[in-house]
């Protein structure tokens, strides 16, 4: 068994464990605290200033993650035991180099690389180990993707091989369509602006019944599963999730199968023998009741919200003590909640251009139950996820209900 030991509790002392969180949005923002509730010294890194993760960690730094020489410059004035990835755009040959030079990057370089990109990930996953997935090709041109999309027939999805979070997609219903598609993929990737041309995934519209959200963790101990995560998502980002999600016990058993092995399968090509840490493993549950495998996440999950209030140790807990070298297991990551009662999280999100003042958190708060996470982002220009309000209720449905309305009952202005 491998074992870690790193110094804890001297944050400002002389050998203090430093972790580098490379992305200080809201997940970044509760891993920080995780960390810091263990003694971690935590430098919290973003492209701008007074990101949520940064406004709880001891240091922070603004750095465009995605300029390779910026990133390089960042690590060596930092000098970090751990690197934590928490966003995409991230210059991923310099992780490759840092771990070789003896930091851990959680839960490893390749790893990082490759669920960040579409094309690597579904290789392995389709083609390595076998996974249910649906049927997709790839194409490096305008040309390719009219004839994948001609094979893989209509409507069709396409999205470029490097992005989240739905930006660059487009569902294409008709072959008079794929023009459209392909310049959206290409202006809405991550790194657009760098003048090159993104590869593309041109994947069949399923027949979908619903989306589900298997937390799944590697640590010393081996690899566990969370209780699935049920979500409502809107235009690509999450908006609602909770726990149980109440499945079918087939889909349970397959669901946990596929999560397993994906997970399992990116540990065993890490590179290392410390590739720990908390995985989101997206999957679709199809009309039919099949399960197919979507894509992973190396870190927590937005719809992982939800186990601040559903499990005594929430999916940021989970990251901290498996990237220190603490064994998870399967009691580690049940649910916690009473019999015969359910957890659900909504996302709080505000429109409009300024700063966001929230107002009568005593009112929202009045009900025992639930609970409010503010993420506190400087400033809304458009329409942004600023909270997450928590609820416990009788089932599902309640406790939806209880967390939309604890939402709601915060007054939020625009300054």
Same mark, same amino acid.
């Given at each position: ?27 970044? &923002?509760? *891993?920080?605290? =995780? ?6 010294? %935590?430098? #919290? $890194? +973003?492209?701008?200033? /007074? !990101? ?106 396409? &999205?470029? *091989?490097?992005? =989240? ?6 569902? %294409?219903? #008709? $072959? +008079?369509?794929?023009? /459209? !598609? ?108 099949? *399960? ?124």
């Amino acid at each position: 068994m491998t074992k870690i030991d790193c110094a804890l509790g001297t944050p400002n002392g002389k050998h203090p464990t430093r972790a580098l969180l490379l992305g200080s949005g809201e997940l970044g &923002k509760e *891993v920080a605290i =995780s960390l810091t509730r263990l003694g971690v010294r %935590v430098i #919290a $890194a +973003d492209s701008y200033a /007074d !990101a949520p993760a940064q406004q709880v960690a001891h240091e922070a730094r603004v750095v465009d993650m995605a300029n390779a020489d910026a990133l390089r410059a960042l690590i060596a004035d930092v000098r970090p035991d751990i690197i934590i990835p928490e966003v995409e755009a991230i210059a991923t040959s310099v992780l490759e180099t840092a771990e070789h030079d003896g930091v851990r990057v959680v839960p490893s370089a390749r790893i990082a690389a490759t669920c960040m990109d579409r094309e690597a990930l579904r290789t392995l996953a389709a083609q390595e180990l076998g996974l249910p997935t649906t049927p997709f090709r790839f194409a490096g041109s305008l040309d390719e993707l009219k004839e994948a999309a001609g094979a893989i027939g209509f409507p069709c999805v396409v &999205k470029p *091989v490097m992005s =989240s979070s739905g930006h660059g997609q487009s569902v %294409v219903r #008709a $072959a +008079d369509g794929i023009e /459209d !598609a392909w310049t959206a993929a290409q202006q809405g990737r991550r790194a657009h602006d760098e003048g090159d041309v993104s590869r593309v995934i041109v994947e069949r519209l399923v027949d979908l019944d619903y989306e589900l959200t298997m937390l799944t963790v590697s640590s010393v101990a081996g690899v566990v599963v969370c209780e699935p995560i049920g979500q409502r998502q809107q235009d690509g980002d999450y908006r609602d999730s909770w726990q149980p999600a109440n499945v079918a016990a087939d889909v349970l058993e397959e669901s946990r199968r596929i999560a397993h092995a994906v997970v399992e399968g990116l540990v065993a090509r890490a590179g290392t023998d410390t590739a720990w840490g908390v995985f989101g493993v997206e999957l679709f549950v199809l009309k039919d009741g099949s *399960v197919l495998f979507n894509e992973v996440s190396p870190r927590p999950h937005d719809t992982g919200m939800v186990t601040m209030i559903s499990q005594r140790l929430s999916e940021f807990d989970l990251h901290a003590r498996a990237m220190l070298g603490v064994p998870v297991k399967d009691g580690h990551v049940a649910l916690d909640i009473p019999k015969y009662t359910a957890a659900a999280s909504h996302a709080i999100v505000v429109e409009g251009h300024g700063e966001a003042e929230f107002h009568d958190l005593d009112e929202a708060l009045a009900q025992p139950g639930v609970d409010v996470r503010v993420f506190a982002k400087p400033k809304v220009d458009g329409h942004r996820r600023m909270g997450v309000a928590l609820a416990l209720g009788a089932d599902v449905e309640e406790a939806r209900v209880r967390a939309v309305e604890t939402a709601q009952a915060l007054q939020i202005s625009i300054v």
